[in-house]
């Protein structure tokens, strides 16, 4: 059958999750399903019929997801291939764990790969990002 990530890339156009390693190891394929975590790269597109799903194309709607903003203002992206599913896993955090500490977002950034930013500027854009909403909350 068709992956997930082939029928977002390549049938639907959304080239937001990448295809880093086609095994399930490196996170840069990572989409939201139903409000979980899901590999595109390991996860049958028939699967998913009828399912919510999020990638971090769907996002920003004409301006910047707080995450996305927080990215950008973190420098938390240099070439950029993690970023998507780095955005992906720190949503699904975030949306859990609305006040989480910075082990709770190591842990949970645990599954994807950088190979630039030697992670530390994308556990503070998600540290930001979290500060953020309980600003916007209040």
Do not use: W
């Not at 919510?52 to 769907?58: F, R, V």
């Not at 599913?85 to 709770?104: E, F, Q």
Request: charged share 15%.
């Amino acid at each position: 059958g068709t992956t997930l990530l082939h029928a977002l890339r390549d049938k639907i156009g959304d080239t937001s999750p990448k295809g880093g390693c086609h095994q399930g190891t490196c996170g840069a394929c990572s989409v939201i399903i139903d409000g979980e975590l899901r590999l595109s790269c390991l996860t049958l597109a028939e699967t998913c019929n009828g399912a919510a799903i999020t990638t971090t194309s769907g996002l920003s709607q004409g301006v910047l997801h707080p995450l996305q903003r927080a990215f950008l203002d973190a420098f938390a992206t240099q070439c950029g291939f993690c970023t998507p599913g780095m955005i992906m896993a720190a949503k699904v955090l975030l949306d859990h764990t609305p006040h989480p500490s910075r082990d709770d977002v190591v842990e949970a950034l645990s599954g994807n790969i950088c190979r630039c930013t030697g992670y530390e500027p994308i556990i503070q854009a998600v540290l930001i990002a979290a500060r953020s909403n309980s600003q916007n909350a209040a």
